[in-house]
């Protein structure tokens, strides 16, 4: 006598399968939800995080008046009058105008050359960063991903540069230049601070060619572009962005020192380090003329490294 049991079973998976080949669910449970990535994580992480929203909102403020700071002073940074010679103290009942910072020796607006010298500082930070970044990121990768020979040459090359004290070296090389525009500027801060970029993309390369879906790409026959930039660069960046993000201060800094020491932006380029040295004279009778450059490039440096190190615990799994 046949057993009915194991008849209707098999025909219900039977029929079961019938309808998966139809299209037709065999259950009305839900497919599990496509895993976040890396950046997914890292983007609701930073979302979530004071810091960085206190440090974006602050370097977003910074950006708008670099790029439009005659939106916020109708006076001539450049012009000044003896006849407002020091006159003048901060006050917030003259809120955006010219003499709410009051003026400086030569009868300038502090105000207004605090907003315009921005524009430079962040623009030679930026600039070099993007700089760096590039070029330190290139070198890496070729190093760690080749190997051998070429790693072996890089490797030399990065530490005869890696040597070079940064600030000295700067000031060298800014040195043989007469007219020191900001491209040249970015230059000479670019041209020896590429090495802890690249040293940074080497190490992570070389932790990440060795991933199995890199060996599996080599093994489906990929070309050496197409694995560099299509599956080893976009996981390993990610420490190479918190190291930029970090280093975009430490580079608007090292600007403001030169232009202190007499070796940055000439040509009668506006920038908060030439303030800052200006200032330094005044500093027993009118300190504001020191002061105010000195804290909006601490507020600058300080917003871009709360970033970057929001950046690096959103990215560093070890740290959530």
Known sequence: ?????????????????????????????????KPRSLWGDAWRDLRRNPLFVISALLIVVLLFVAAFPGMFTDANPETGDQAKHFLGKPELGHFFQADWFGYDGTGRSIYARVLF???N???????????????????????GYFGGFWDSLLSRITDVFFGIPFLLGSMVVLNGFTDRTVWVVMGALAFLGWTQIARVMRG????????????AARAL??????????????????????????????????ESTLSYLGLGLGGGAISWGGDISDGTQFIRNNPHVLLFPAGMLSITVLAFIMMGDAVREALDPKLR
């Open 121 to 143: 500082s962040i623009v030679v930070g930026v600039g070099v960063t993007l700089l760096v970044t590039l070029f330190g990121g290139l070198v890496g990768m070729l190093a």
């Open 117 to 119: 010298g921005a524009r």
């Open 204 to 215: 992570a390369v070389i932790t990440t060619k060795h991933a199995d879906y890199v060996v």
């Open 221 to 254: 026959g990929a070309g050496t572009k197409r694995i560099l930039f299509r599956h080893i660069l976009p996981n390993a960046v990610a420490p190479v962005i918190v190291v930029a993000t970090i280093a975009l201060g430490t580079y608007i800094v090292a």
């Open 1 to 33: 006598m046949p057993d009915l049991t194991k008849t209707s079973t098999t025909d219900e998976a039977a029929a079961a399968q019938d309808e998966v080949v139809a299209g037709a669910p065999v259950s009305a449970t839900p497919a599990p939800g």
